[in-house]
DNA sequence: CAGTGGTCTAGACCACCAC
DNA sequence: TGGTGGTCTAGACCACTGG
């Protein structure tokens, strides 16, 4: 690659913009026009910190932004290539359930089926936390309300350690994920969506007729990759739509 | 802050991590710790750097990585801080069916079982187009399948205008989403996902007992804020599963 | 004013890749 | 083996902030 690809950018002396942006646009603008084209090489750093006389830090820098951005890849050894132009992939957001409803003004009420020390939590630790010690476990059954309709049955386990206030809590103000939400700034989490038709007792809590399908939401919260509370979260689907964001 | 913070950070040269690695984990650990809250100010570049005896430049990247990742703010001429813990959204991504198994190296067919004009295409142009005008439509309902499994059952409506060629597509490589998305480059879409229990048909069709469950995607296509398309999809819930991707 | 972060330089060493 | 990207250094100048 010896063609200058790059000379006709403004002056390094032009300083309304930062270097590494003016690289990053001339590059976007390279690949918008299909002047470079998908799994086309770029020139390396080396070389176009020579063609403009600037630092190889600072393409680096332009590169390895475009490369978060999802318009490049590089590798190591190899080079920088132009990346497969990519689709607009809609996604639907799940939001704790006293947080949705708070942003959408509607009142919240909780009702507290159960909140105790698991019986059983040799078995739950080795089927829901992917561990074989037998660790110390709260388990919680809650419904919460829309005013006075059901919106979302829960059943959790948490481990003691993590939250060992658990069982005074109210969950007036907050459902329980935020509540463990706020308990620790590093908590991650991990979700997976079913559609399911739920069985008597469900349909009778949920006050749906048995048949109506329901959304089932399982949720994990972890620490630096450890499980700390495996839970079942369940939507009748009649009061509950997803809407993609983008 | 003339508190040594960074002392206990493993020496310089054991090189198992970069050291811009190692200083965002230290930050994130005393984050997690609690022992430095939010709003609280953090040691400078220049202090750490000299702290560490290491490059100001490799404190910057961690603190700037740090930043885009929304653990820490930062404001010019004040210094850097710490941000206030935030909320994970989770959210599902949906893809098109062919792009989906595509890169899972699954393999993919599809069977069409109707392709042609729509007959009641004024109706459907008020139900589903927003649109008082008698606009000319084609009409699809196709069957996606992994192997030999349905995976997919979708019937959809497009502007002939749009797409002219419609009927002569097989929609063998790419399912009607992804030939539809390569015919403009400023398609916009909107996504309503539910959870519906299939009648029988739809239960034959994609082969699964109707004790159980589906995913109902409604996927509206718009070019400049007019629909274009629509289509109703419907996934057996037992073979599809969303995972968050936070 | 002194200190901060934002940017840039002109080198350097390394692991990795293709040849 | 020569070129690539990944990382790091020890400086530097600037615009901006706070006291």
Not at 30 to 46: F, T, V, Y
Not at 80 to 108: C, D, R, W, Y
Not at 128 to 156: A, V
Request: one cysteine or more.
């Amino acid at each position: 690659m010896t063609v200058k690809s790059f000379s006709n950018i403004l002056s390094t002396h032009d300083h309304s913009l930062p270097m590494y942006q003016k690289i990053k646009e001339h590059i976007l603008e390279k690949i918008a026009k299909g002047e470079w084209r998908a799994n086309q090489k770029l020139p390396s750093e080396n070389e176009i910190s020579a063609e403009l006389n600037i630092s190889r830090m600072t393409v680096n820098r332009a590169f390895k932004e475009l490369t978060e951005e999802g318009y490049l890849f590089r590798e190591k050894g190899a080079g920088t290539f132009v990346a497969e132009p990519f689709q607009l992939i809609p996604f639907f957001e799940l939001m704790p359930i006293s947080k949705e409803l708070a942003i959408e003004g509607n009142p919240f009420s909780s009702q507290v089926l159960r909140l105790e020390k698991a019986q059983d939590s040799h078995k739950i630790c080795e089927r829901y936390f992917e561990s074989r010690d037998n660790e110390s476990l709260f388990f919680s059954e809650i419904l919460y309300k829309n005013e006075k309709t059901p919106l979302q049955y829960e059943k959790r386990y948490v481990l003691t350690t993590f939250a060992p206030h658990y069982l005074t809590q109210a969950f007036h103000k907050a459902c329980s994920t935020v509540y463990l939400q706020t308990l620790s700034p590093i908590l991650s989490q991990k979700h997976t969506l079913e559609a399911i038709i739920p069985n008597k007792p469900l349909s009778q809590l949920l006050e749906i007729p048995n048949t109506e399908a329901c959304f089932k939401v399982v949720e994990i919260l972890l620490i630096r990759g450890k499980i700390i509370s495996y839970a079942e979260q369940f939507y009748p689907a009649s009061r509950y739509k997803f809407h993609s964001k983008i």
